[in-house]
Each structure stands twice: as structure tokens, then as C-alpha cells.
T-cell receptor
């Protein structure tokens, strides 16, 4: 089954404790992206990757890191989480040879709470 | 810079009534436009997309949207609402072939009354 998986689905942590949210897709997509969803703000793009070893900042990259060492995986790293990073996070992937012209496939989301 | 405005954070319709969800965008180049739907506790799913072909786009579940360049709009419609259409709907814009950024609107929650 074609899918994007994220782990963990729920996470409660404390300020300053490094964490990683994993994202994996099995559709051989070049493009992957991370978003955060906050009430009244919709989804905002954090980072995206056009292919292996190629990443770029979205609109809200501060406090986040990413890496793309393999095509299928795109982990999101919070080196020192803060309460303002409490949010619902989505990973997405798509074919990406011509920008974002097709459907993005979204993971189920990770709800993060930083105390 | 791109931006998306969705008018109305909540829209309530009766079952069987017309659904109209509004989306206006700004873009300095011909845009790609998308509507996504999010059901409770789920990720987003593509409803339909406009990528410079026909201006009237048909999507899944009976939804359609019309790209109007003169009005910079991409409103989503469905002739007859079903209870199962209750969800949150997001409009999004990308600046065409050269862009890997996707900008979402703030979303509209559709409520369907029996």
C-alpha cells in the first residue's frame, strides 16, 4: 500500500530535550516536505527536499533541522524544543521533477506537546 | 510573494444544499492551485488541482472548482452537500513549475446540518 508513515504519532516532551520525528514514504517520490498545522493558521511549510541531499527552508524553519540521506526518509529534528513548537506536524511527499504540480501524499500527523 | 485567503473559517449548510467555499490567491506568476480536505484526526487528501489546463476542474466526491484569473479566485463548489462532506478544507497555491513551496490558506471548516 502506497503510504507516508510518521513516528511517533503523539509525543509529550520537555523544553530543551532533543527529539526526532521520522517520516518515510514507499512511493519513490523525489519531493518531501514538513508542515506544521496550528489553529487559524492552516499549514505552514517548515522545510522541503527536492531529492537526496537537497533541502531548503520553507516559511517557518527556525528551530528545526532536516536531513535527506535516503530517498524514502526525511526526519525532522528539534535540537532544543520550546513550547511554541507545540503543534501538529505533517510530512508529505510527491513526485517532484516539475515543482509542485501534482498531489502531495500526507502522513497521518504527529501531535507534539512541549512543556 | 504568494498568499492564499480563505473567506470564512466556518461554513454551515443543510444536507442537500449547495456548498461554496471561497479561495482567493495572489501570485506573481501563473499559479498551480489545489484544494485539500482533512477529515478529523487524519492527514490531508487532494480533492482537485489546477495546473494551467481547463479552468473548470472536477475533483473527487462531486467537488469542482473554477479558476478565474481576473478575480484571482479558485472557489470550491458542490451542488448537494452530504453529511460525509463535513471536514476542514484547505486551498493552496504553488508558483508553477519552478517552485517547490506550497502556501496554504487558513482553512474552512464545513458543517453539514441534517
Amino acid at each position: 500500500e502506497a503510504q507516508v508513515t510518521q513516528n511517533p504519532r503523539y509525543l509529550i516532551t520537555v523544553t530543551g530535550k532533543k527529539l526526532t520525528v521520522t517520516c518515510s514514504q514507499n512511493m519513490n517520490h523525489e519531493y518531501m516536505s514538513w508542515y506544521r498545522q496550528d489553529p487559524g493558521l492552516g499549514l505552514r511549510q517548515i522545510y522541503y527536499s527536492m531529492n537526496v541531499e537537497v533541502t531548503d527552508k520553507g516559511d517557518v524553519p527556525e528551530g528545526y533541522k532536516v536531513s535527506r540521506k535516503e530517498k524514502r526518509n526525511f526526519p525532522l529534528i528539534l535540537e532544543s524544543p520550546s513550547p511554541n513548537q507545540t503543534s501538529l506536524y505533517f510530512c508529505a511527499s510527491s513526485f517532484g521533477d516539475r515543482g509542485i504540480s501534482g498531489a502531495q501524499y500526507f502522513g497521518p500527523g504527529t501531535r507534539l506537546t512541549v512543556l | 510573494a504568494q498568499s492564499v485567503t480563505q473567506l470564512g473559517s466556518h461554513v454551515s449548510v443543510s444536507e442537500g444544499a449547495l456548498v461554496l467555499l471561497r479561495c482567493n490567491y495572489s501570485s506573481s506568476v501563473p499559479p498551480y492551485l489545489f484544494w485539500y480536505v482533512q477529515y478529523p484526526n487524519q492527514g490531508l487528501q487532494l480533492l482537485l488541482k489546477y495546473t494551467s489546463a481547463a479552468t473548470l476542474v472536477k475533483g473527487i466526491n462531486g467537488f469542482e472548482a473554477e479558476f478565474k484569473k481576473s478575480e484571482t479566485s479558485f472557489h470550491l463548489t458542490k451542488p448537494s452537500a452530504h453529511m460525509s462532506d463535513a471536514a476542514e478544507y484547505f486551498c493552496a497555491v504553488s508558483e508553477g513549475d519552478s517552485s517547490y513551496k506550497l502556501i496554504f490558506g487558513s482553512g474552512t471548516r464545513l458543517l453539514v446540518r441534517p
